[in-house]
Nanobody, 115 residues
Framework: VQLVESGGGLAQPGGSLRLSCAASGFTFSNYDMSWARQAPGKGLAWVSTITTDGVDTDYEDSVKGRFTISTDNAKNMVYLQMNNLKPEDTAVYYC?????????WGQGTQVTVSS
């Protein structure tokens, strides 16, 4: 299993970024996909999950209405569209899948929100 995140960077408060995660090594369409983040000096925190069929999504309260998770099963990609970014969204963002009783994570992509 391999997960490779991209799309992070520096954004101003109120700005937007779109994170991407390329997945391989498993049947992508059969598994729920998630995003998590780790802010400086804090532990890993769940952000969002999307079900295998892409119909059901769930979000951590602080990102509801601002972030949107989506997938492209044809490309084995999962995305996180982040709008109205806030300084407290600054973190390393990780893509995640629970596959065959093992948690897999990518290397992460840094998101910094600052003016």
């Amino acid at each position: 299993v391999q997960l490779v995140e991209s799309g992070g960077g520096l954004a101003q408060p109120g700005g937007s970024l779109r994170l991407s995660c390329a997945a391989s090594g498993f049947t992508f369409s059969n598994y729920d996909m998630s995003w998590a983040r780790q802010a400086p000096g804090k532990g890993l925190a769940w952000v969002s999950t999307i079900t295998t069929d892409g119909v059901d999504t769930d979000y951590e309260d602080s990102v509801k209405g601002r972030f949107t998770i989506s997938t492209d099963n044809a490309k084995n990609m999962v995305y996180l569209q982040m709008n109205n970014l806030k300084p407290e969204d600054t973190a390393v963002y990780y893509c995640n899948v629970y596959y065959l009783r093992t948690e897999y994570w990518g290397q992460g992509t840094q998101v910094t929100v600052s003016s």
